[in-house]
């Protein structure tokens, strides 16, 4: 059994990951027990971080367990915190970070594999009203 304790000065920020998201964020990595996913990690995002839109080819789950933030889908963009959890389901738009003023950090399980999350999707909304 591996023990892990989400932890805010944790994590790196991957370089590959960095065209895909604006701000600056940590990734910190967990032990996952299944074969061939899903893998399993915290993204810290530090104020004014988040990710750029992308789908899931099998979906994502996000907890979040730190701050406050967003998590939008072409729909809604919806407020979390602490508790809240998101079942975004697979190819489905969206994305998610902190607010500009606010860190926030997310657990996040999806699965691993070269297909498994699309970048190149239209941006929408994704830039209007983020600072206000």
Known sequence: MDFHHV???????????????QGE??????TSPFAGGPNIFAVHFHPG???????????????????QGF???????????????AVVMPGEWHWHGAT???????????MPGPDA?????????WSSDYDS
């Open 7 to 21: 932890d805010n000065t944790q994590g790196e920020f991957p370089p590959e990951l960095k065209p895909h998201f």
């Open 25 to 30: 964020m940590q990734l910190q990595p967990f």
């Open 49 to 67: 971080g988040r990710t750029r839109p992308h789908t899931h080819a099998a979906g994502q789950i996000l907890h979040v367990t730190d701050g």
């Open 71 to 85: 998590i939008a889908t072409a729909e809604e963009r919806r407020l979390v915190g602490p508790g809240d959890i």
């Open 100 to 110: 500009p003023t606010t860190s926030m950090t997310h657990v996040t399980t999806q």
């Open 117 to 125: 999350v699309e970048w190149d999707v239209e941006e929408r909304d």
